[in-house]
Nanobody
Framework: QVQLVESGGGLVQAGGSLRLSCAASGRRFSSYDMGWFRQAPGKEREFVAR???????GYGDSVKGRFTISRDNAKNTVYLQMNSLKSEDTAVYYC????????????WGQGTQVTVSS
């Protein structure tokens, strides 16, 4: 089972960019589907993006066209490039993983704070 550690969060002005990283320890990283989720204060956790073992991607409606998820299996890392950031993107961002045989994401990182100032 992998363990996940996010990094790259911080404070950025509206319209700016950030790149989040999620480093996975353990074996078989390439066998995992990876996802990014976020949770703003007082709100439900929201799906942001996912990338499967084969590189197929999907995005939440609120980030389509602005965010890009990618993975580097050689580095056991998944990335979230966030462009054209808005104040409503402010949240704690979590990396998640699941084996392709597992129906839900069951491995989570500790989260990284992203704050977008308007």
């Amino acid at each position: 089972q992998v363990q996940l550690v996010e990094s790259g969060g911080g404070l950025v002005q509206a319209g700016g960019s950030l790149r989040l990283s999620c480093a996975a320890s353990g074996r078989r990283f390439s066998s995992y589907d990876m996802g990014w989720f976020r949770q703003a204060p007082g709100k439900e956790r929201e799906f942001v993006a996912r990338i499967n073992w084969g590189g197929g991607t999907g995005y939440g409606d609120s980030v389509k066209g602005r965010f890009t998820i990618s993975r580097d299996n050689a580095k056991n890392t998944v990335y979230l490039q966030m462009n054209s950031l808005k104040s409503e993107d402010t949240a704690v961002y979590y990396c998640a993983a699941r084996l392709i045989t597992t129906p839900q994401y069951d491995i989570w990182g500790q989260g990284t704070q992203v704050t977008v100032s308007s």
